[in-house]
């Protein structure tokens, strides 16, 4: 029987909610994270210091047992969001960054960015005080294809905002395109990016396999074979910029199965799971400790983590539902067979 043993992971990119879909999804992360990034795409968003040290005591209360998960905070950047806020944040131990939705362009985005370059001494704010920016790359406009949206945003708002502040660290979230891996290997250390484990299992056929299939629709929507290796390529490559990032994004099940469904995918309860299957497919299980466990704390600045997790070669069934008080949330890879097992 085979095991591998590393260094117990960290989330660069989470999203836990509130209420009873908080307390539903968390154990999840606890039982393969020891910290998570936890996204502030809440209603209303999480903008200001003071609320999140109130959204960290709710997630803390909602730790099941002896939980030793630390909550990573991020503040939602707005148009109104100011030099001062950045000063704040950073003399806060519990915020570590500001998190870029460009407004409309995603879950919970209305009150997001409509015009970065009128944020400039904001931004200026976070160079001086080297609190992180963290992206969603795309753009927001409908004209632009939805499978460019990424490769347009990294053309005409990222590479001009570096540009103008070379000092800006940026972790590039999500990230989904080959223009976006090339991007990240181009620019300097203070730019790095996340890879979900679902952009790096599947692509863009997933979403229309035998049918139109909700649960594979997320923001950046998955793309072309082509970008997925890239995006592969990049994980496995040893190179510390790109490190594991879930963007687990739980939505109830009716909210996803709609005319109108949410983008998002519920990854936690298989991410680390289906990471490790992909190093193993590639013949790289070496590399997974890195990618997992080391390159995003030193992006942060933070201790690598103490303890250990052991991942065993055994076959399981991902459940089909995962009940969330009186709703249910899909996983993914629901009622698929996964190779790696948390143990
Ligand atoms: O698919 C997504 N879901 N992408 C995002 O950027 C947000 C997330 C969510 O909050 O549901
Ligand atoms: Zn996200």
Same mark, same amino acid.
């Given at each position: 029987?085979?095991?591998?043993?590393?260094?117990?992971?960290?989330?660069?990119?989470?999203?836990?909610?509130?209420?009873?879909?908080?307390?539903?999804?968390?154990?999840?992360?606890?039982?393969?994270?020891?910290?998570?990034?936890?996204?502030?795409?809440?209603?209303?968003?999480?903008?200001?210091?003071?609320?999140?040290?109130?959204?960290?005591?709710?997630?803390?209360?909602?730790?099941?047992?002896?939980?030793?998960?630390?909550?990573?905070?991020?503040?939602?950047?707005?148009?109104?969001?100011?030099?001062?806020?950045?000063?704040?944040?950073?003399?806060?131990?519990?915020?570590?960054?500001?998190?870029?939705?460009?407004?409309?362009?995603?879950?919970?985005?209305?009150?997001?960015?409509?015009?970065?370059?009128?944020?400039?001494?904001?931004?200026?704010?976070?160079?001086?005080?080297?609190?992180?920016?963290?992206?969603?790359?795309?753009?927001?406009?409908?004209?632009?294809?939805?499978?460019?949206?990424?490769?347009?945003?990294?053309?005409?708002?990222?590479?001009?905002?570096?540009?103008?502040?070379?000092?800006?660290?940026?972790?590039?979230?999500?990230?989904?395109?080959?223009?976006?891996?090339?991007?990240?290997?181009?620019?300097?250390?203070?730019?790095?990016?996340?890879?979900?484990?679902?952009?790096?299992?599947?692509?863009?056929?997933?979403?229309? =396999?035998?049918?139109?299939?909700?649960?594979?629709?997320?923001? +950046?929507?998955?793309?072309? #074979? &082509?970008? @997925?290796?890239? /995006?592969?390529?990049?994980?496995?490559?040893?190179?510390?910029?790109?490190?594991?990032?879930?963007?687990?994004?739980?939505?109830?099940?009716?909210?996803?199965?709609?005319?109108?469904?949410?983008?998002?995918?519920?990854?936690?309860?298989?991410?680390?799971?289906?990471?490790?299957?992909?190093?193993?497919?590639?013949?790289?299980?070496?590399?997974?400790?890195?990618?997992?466990?080391?390159?995003?704390?030193?992006?942060?600045?933070?201790?690598?983590?103490?303890?250990?997790?052991?991942?065993?070669?055994?076959?399981?069934?991902?459940? =089909?539902?995962?009940?969330?008080?009186?709703?249910?949330?899909? +996983?993914?890879?629901?009622? #698929? &067979?996964? @190779?790696?097992? /948390?143990?």
């Amino acid at each position: 029987m085979k095991l591998i043993n590393i260094i117990k992971p960290d989330d660069w990119h989470l999203h836990l909610r509130e209420g009873q879909i908080l307390e539903s999804v968390l154990p999840a992360t606890v039982k393969s994270f020891r910290r998570a990034i936890v996204m502030p795409n809440l209603i209303p968003p999480v903008t200001d210091v003071e609320m999140a040290m109130t959204y960290r005591q709710d997630i803390l209360n909602a730790c099941p047992g002896e939980c030793d998960f630390e909550a990573l905070m991020t503040l939602y950047l707005t148009d109104n969001t100011s030099p001062a806020d950045v000063k704040a944040a950073a003399d806060s131990p519990y915020v570590h960054a500001f998190k870029l939705y460009p407004a409309g362009a995603t879950t919970n985005s209305a009150s997001g960015v409509t015009s970065l370059p009128d944020l400039m001494p904001t931004l200026e704010a976070m160079v001086e005080h080297q609190v992180p920016l963290l992206v969603h790359g795309e753009v927001t406009d409908p004209d632009v294809d939805v499978f460019d949206r990424e490769a347009v945003f990294i053309d005409h708002v990222l590479s001009p905002i570096l540009q103008a502040l070379p000092g800006l660290r940026v972790v590039f979230e999500h990230l989904t395109s080959r223009q976006g891996v090339e991007f990240v290997m181009d620019a300097g250390p203070n730019v790095a990016a996340t890879l979900t484990a679902h952009h790096l299992y599947m692509n863009r056929n997933a979403m229309f =396999s035998k049918g139109i299939r909700p649960h594979h629709y997320c923001l +950046p929507v998955l793309k072309r #074979e &082509t970008h @997925r290796e890239a /995006l592969v390529a990049a994980a496995i490559s040893g190179n510390s910029k790109f490190f594991l990032g879930t963007d687990s994004a739980p939505h109830d099940r009716a909210a996803k199965e709609s005319s109108c469904g949410c983008a998002g995918m519920y990854a936690s309860p298989v991410a680390l799971e289906l990471y490790t299957q992909i190093f193993e497919d590639n013949d790289v299980l070496d590399k997974l400790e890195g990618f997992a466990s080391l390159f995003g704390p030193k992006f942060y600045g933070l201790p690598v983590n103490k303890e250990q997790v052991t991942l065993k070669r055994q076959e399981w069934q991902v459940p =089909s539902v995962i009940p969330a008080g009186t709703e249910e949330i899909v +996983p993914l890879c629901a009622g #698929e &067979t996964l @190779r790696w097992q /948390l143990i």
